[in-house]
Every structure is written in C-alpha cells, then in structure tokens.
C-alpha cells in the first residue's frame, strides 16, 4: 500500500478515534470553551472541537486542514453549530487570511503534525490582532529525560504510520521561538504510553 493511500484511507479513521477518546475530549474542554469572537482553527481534523466553543462567544469559526478527507468529516460536525464555519482546504504554513484578522487561533493535535510548525505559528501571529490570543492543547516533547529519549528513538517509525505527527516537538519552546508570550501552561500525562501522552495545554499572546 503506497504512503499517499493508507494516508488519505486509514489515517483519517485513526485520528477521528484517537482525537476522540475521553481523555483527550477533557482536554480539549479546558481550552477551546475560552476561544472569543473570530476564531481560526488549525488543523481542525474532523471537527472534533466544534462542541466545545462556546456559541455565545464565537462569532465565526474558519476552520483550515489540508486533508480533504478530514475536512469533508468537519463539514458534517459543524452542521448544526449555531455560529458560522467556513472551510479551508490549506495548510497551515501559508493561511489564506489577512493580517491581524483574528481574535483567538485554536490548535489541538496538530503541532504535532504540521511538518514546518515554526512557520506556522509565525502565520498565527500573523493572523491573530494584537490583543488576540493562541489556545493549544498538544501533545509533545516530554521533561522526563527517559520518556524523552524513547520519544526520540521512536519519532522516526511513529511519524510514518501516523500522518506525519511527531512525538519530540517541544511546544513551548516553539511557541516562544515564535514570539508568543506565555500566559499559563500546564501539563500532564494522559492515561496510556507515556511517550505518547505527555501533554501541555495554555493559552498565549502574540507578544
Ligand atoms: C492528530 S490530527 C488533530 C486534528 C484536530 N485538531 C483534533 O484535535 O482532533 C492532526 C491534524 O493536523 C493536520 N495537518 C497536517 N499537516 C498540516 C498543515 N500543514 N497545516 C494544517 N494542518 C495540518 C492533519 O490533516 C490533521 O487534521
């Protein structure tokens, strides 16, 4: 089975039923209920965050993912969301949006996977208005020197099989690189491998 198959075919179904899990859906529901007025969702697979704005708050969400097969998926789960979604088929490297034209940038799972992540959030700043904000859930780069060197070892066989996520990027760290400024982060490990399930979640400012 060639990559490009099992990547439009299989890897769609794995992370609607990874994303999924409770675990996981707690987390998200500590960060994406704080998104405000226009939103622009990174990587929004298929829409698993549209439950959990918070409709009296979100004006508009557009919501960009270059998977066509995950965004036909955020179509169907937007259907019945009381604020306007807009979809576009882009990556996250290069956004089809004006500057400063955001309020808050929600990415959950997907920094992981955005092959060039430290460009992306330079196009997030960009996005975001001065007094906007960046809200992240991610999995990631773990302090623990033995976990961190499974996660390294392992990087290079998980991100063929899982489309394309990696398990050592430091999130944080990229977000600092990228100017941000930190206004909280916090972390923990989610049930399961703990090289897959060390996760930071926060909230920041594009400084
Ligand atoms: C693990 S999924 C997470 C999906 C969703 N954010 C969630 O929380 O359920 C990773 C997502 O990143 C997306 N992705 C991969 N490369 C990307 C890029 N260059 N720009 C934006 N999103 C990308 C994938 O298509 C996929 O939807």
Same mark, same amino acid.
């Given at each position: 089975?060639?990559?490009?198959?099992?990547?439009?075919?299989?890897?769609?179904?794995?992370?609607?039923?990874?994303?999924?899990?409770?675990?996981?859906?707690?987390?998200?529901?500590?960060?994406? +209920?704080?998104?405000?007025?226009?939103?622009?969702?990174?990587?929004?697979?298929?829409?698993?965050?549209?439950?959990?704005?918070?409709?009296?708050?979100?004006?508009?969400?557009?919501?960009?993912?270059?998977?066509?097969?995950?965004?036909?998926?955020?179509? !169907? @789960? &937007? /259907?019945?969301?009381?604020?306007?979604?807009? $979809?576009?088929? &882009?990556?996250?490297?290069?956004?089809?949006?004006?500057?400063?034209? $955001?309020?808050?940038?929600?990415?959950?799972?997907?920094?992981?996977?955005? +092959?060039?992540?430290?460009?992306?959030?330079?196009?997030?700043?960009?996005?975001?208005?001065?007094?906007?904000?960046?809200?992240f859930v991610e999995h990631g780069?773990? +302090?623990?020197?033995? !976990?961190?060197?499974?996660?390294?070892?392992?990087?290079?066989?998980?991100?063929?099989?899982?489309?394309?996520?990696?398990?050592?990027?430091d999130v944080p760290?990229?977000?600092? &690189?990228?100017? $941000?400024?930190?206004? $909280?982060v916090e972390s923990l490990?989610?049930?399961?491998? /703990?090289?897959?399930?060390y996760n930071t979640w926060g909230? @920041?400012? +594009?400084?």
């Amino acid at each position: 089975m060639s990559a490009s198959l099992w990547d439009r075919r299989v890897v769609p179904h794995l992370v609607e039923w990874a994303c999924g899990a409770n675990p996981v859906r707690r987390q998200r529901a500590k960060i994406v +209920p704080g998104a405000r007025g226009r939103v622009l969702e990174l990587g929004v697979g298929s829409g698993l965050n549209f439950a959990h704005y918070d409709s009296d708050a979100v004006t508009a969400v557009v919501a960009i993912d270059p998977s066509r097969e995950l965004l036909e998926r955020a179509r !169907v @789960a &937007a /259907r019945d969301v009381p604020f306007e979604v807009t $979809f576009e088929e &882009a990556s996250a490297e290069a956004l089809p949006v004006d500057d400063a034209s $955001f309020d808050t940038v929600v990415v959950t799972y997907s920094l992981c996977s955005i +092959p060039d992540v430290a460009a992306a959030l330079l196009e997030a700043r960009r996005a975001l208005r001065a007094d906007g904000s960046l809200r992240f859930v991610e999995h990631g780069l773990a +302090p623990d020197a033995d !976990v961190a060197r499974w996660q390294r070892r392992l990087d290079r066989y998980w991100t063929r099989c899982a489309g394309g996520c990696h398990l050592d990027r430091d999130v944080p760290a990229l977000l600092a &690189a990228a100017g $941000f400024a930190l206004e $909280f982060v916090e972390s923990l490990y989610l049930p399961g491998p /703990r090289w897959l399930n060390y996760n930071t979640w926060g909230v @920041a400012r +594009p400084g």
